[in-house]
């Protein structure tokens, strides 16, 4: 049992440093992916996201970040606690994606145990940029901090033939952090045998407040998200809290998971240790 649970820590805590810049805890990566297909966008003149507005991408290639990582998981009445980690660096930015390199290292009980290295190559909206059939939908507007913000909405629906991830995520091309709202849904595809769709996990990230909006902006650039997961009988809380001077933006982000009785499971903390910014890629919008 013991080494069984020192495995699947081990396993949670790679795939959180895989998943972690890749916005907001995606998940599309574990899926077979299916050709990337876009609606006509430009002939539609709808504002886009650029490097310009991505928290790593605005940033030139061989800048990181170091990150480390406290999980404490409750496990039939005991307490396993590990640290990890993590060093994302990246490695090249087009006119269309960014490419990360993570690698990590988790200790558990003493013993280190380094992780394979993973590349992630994403949108600048944060997205895989292979696998899903991306389309513009129509303009709205959204509630910040108070405030109504007009924004755009971009979906991702990636298929397989036993699921559909489907991702939407409303921005701003003049309010950073510029990713406003994401919603993700995870569910199971109807068939014949099958006819209910069910739905194993859905997850909402929402922009609390960012300094932008305040009457004297605060040097720092200084912006929090909550996100909140459900999968299955587990409750995932999250509040990271982030600056858009910082590679990658983090700073600090807490994670709480409560089971179907409110009882908390795993806590996680993250804390930006240290960073590299190599210069500007090129000139914030604000």
């Not at 504002?47 to 928290?55: D, G, I, M, Q």
């Not at 858009?244 to 409560?258: A, D, M, N, S």
């Amino acid at each position: 049992m013991v080494r069984f649970l020192y495995e699947l820590i081990v396993f949670r805590l790679w795939m959180m440093a895989a998943s972690f810049w890749g916005g907001f805890g995606c998940c599309c990566a574990l899926l077979s992916a299916q050709a990337v297909q876009f609606s006509p966008i430009a002939e539609r003149n709808v504002p886009v996201l650029t490097a310009s507005e991505h928290p790593w991408a605005s940033y030139l290639p061989n800048s990181w970040a170091r990150t480390q990582t406290i999980t404490t998981t409750e496990h039939e009445g005991r307490r396993v606690r590990t640290v990890m980690e993590t060093k994302t660096i990246l490695e090249s930015v087009d006119e269309n994606s960014l490419t990360l390199k993570l690698s990590s290292i988790v200790d558990v009980g003493g013993r280190g145990v380094v992780t394979p290295p993973q590349k992630k190559t994403l949108d600048f909206y944060s997205e895989p940029v292979d696998g899903a059939t991306v389309e513009q939908r129509p303009s709205t507007t959204l509630s910040v901090d108070q405030q109504l913000i007009p924004c755009e909405v971009r979906s991702y629906v990636l298929l397989t033939p036993e699921t559909e991830h489907r991702t939407t995520v409303w921005y701003s091309t003049q309010l950073y952090p510029y990713i406003l709202r994401v919603e993700r849904i995870l569910k199971a595809v109807a068939t014949e045998k099958s006819p209910e769709e069910k739905i194993f996990s859905r997850s909402t990230t929402e922009l609390l407040e960012t300094d932008a909006l305040r009457l004297r902006r605060s040097k720092r650039g200084n912006y929090s998200y909550r996100t909140i997961t459900k999968t299955g009988d587990i409750t995932t809380d999250t509040m990271m809290s982030g600056s858009r001077y910082i590679t990658g933006g983090l700073e600090h982000e807490t994670v709480r998971e409560l089971d179907r009785n409110g009882k908390v499971i795993r806590t996680m903390e993250t804390r930006m240790i240290n960073y590299y910014a190599l210069n500007w890629a090129s000139q914030r919008r604000n």
